[in-house]
């Protein structure tokens, strides 16, 4: 099968240096291979999502240089076939609807004698045993335990990390479908990626462990499972990775203030290097 990759954006905001190594390296990786290269804008967050952003995300993709394959797909237009993969979860009894707030999660697990100090706290499955509120409106979340036991032992392979065993469990029992929106990022991703026939999923290390979930949504749904590239995050002359929370430099003022894209691609093309070597780290001067 030819190599297919993508670089699937949420217009959420602009894109940044960070998003702009990513996207760069899943175009060459496919285009030295003589594959594809897709282009998917990931806008299922209602009150986020911008359509403004979604012109600025793809005129700096051809500022850069990048061209990619067919039409660029809008997770916005698929939500039956997210809804349609629910159902069938649903029909398996391995979710369930849940109605906590997150005041109320927060609560519970700052009271339980258990809580974890210093890990990311998991949803402590209140809705499991207890009927949801039908005033409010409800999530639905993975029934973990239920699920694994479903799918078996599984495994995933990274370019880096060579062969993983899928460890979903520590991340408790993940939304899947949220209250404003009818699929998380986990469901919508590991559906599309199967439905546009990606063999090679490179994205940052910040999501190899959503990978282990997404690794257990395949075999609960039955789909393919891509190879990973998880790549290390581009970092700042401090160290600190971009992200836009930290006001990395957007590429969209770079472009209307006269930056030469390819330019800057080919820089960006060097830094990534390193990138070959596991553990590498690539930053900017």
């Known amino acids: 099968m030819p190599m297919t990759t993508r670089f699937a954006p949420s217009p959420t905001g602009r894109l940044h240096l960070g998003h702009a190594a990513s996207a760069i390296r899943a175009h060459d990786v496919a285009r030295a291979a ?5 282009v998917r804008i990931e806008d ?8 403004e952003h979604v012109d600025t995300i793809l005129a700096d993709l051809r500022w850069l240089g990048l061209d990619w394959d067919g039409p ?12 349609a993969a629910l159902d069938r979860l649903r029909a398996a009894d391995l979710v369930y609807p849940c109605t906590c707030t997150r005041a109320e999660i927060a609560a519970e697990i700052a009271a339980s004698a258990t809580a974890p100090h210093g890990i990311a706290p998991i949803y402590p499955g209140t ?11 409800a999530a639905w979340r993975l029934r973990m335990d239920r699920a694994i036991a479903v799918a078996g032992p599984l495994d995933w392979h990274d370019i880096t990390a060579g062969r993983v065993i899928a460890a979903p469990g520590p991340q408790g029992d993940v939304v899947l479908a949220r209250r404003d929106a009818p699929a998380s990022y986990h469901l919508a991703v590991t559906i599309d990626d199967a439905d546009q026939g990606v063999t090679d999923v490179i994205r940052g290390v910040d999501l190899f462990d959503a990978t282990h979930v997404h690794r ?4 609960l749904l039955g789909l393919p499972t891509p190879r990973y590239h998880h790549h290390p995050l581009l970092t700042g002359p401090d160290g600190r990775r971009l992200a836009k929370r930290d006001g990395a430099p957007a590429l969209a003022d770079l472009r209307l203030a006269g930056a030469d894209g390819t330019a800057l691609a080919a820089d960006l093309r060097a830094t990534l290097c390193p990138l070959a070597a ?8």
Do not use: K, N
């Open 278 to 285: 596991p553990g590498g780290t690539p930053s900017l001067p």
């Open 34 to 38: 003589g594959g594809a290269f897709l």
């Open 44 to 51: 299922i967050d209602p009150g986020r999502s911008r359509p």
């Open 72 to 83: 660029v797909l809008h997770q916005s237009t698929r939500l039956s076939v997210y809804a």
């Open 216 to 219: 257990l949504l395949q075999a």
């Open 127 to 137: 809705c499991r045993i207890r009927a949801p509120d039908p005033a409010r409106a």
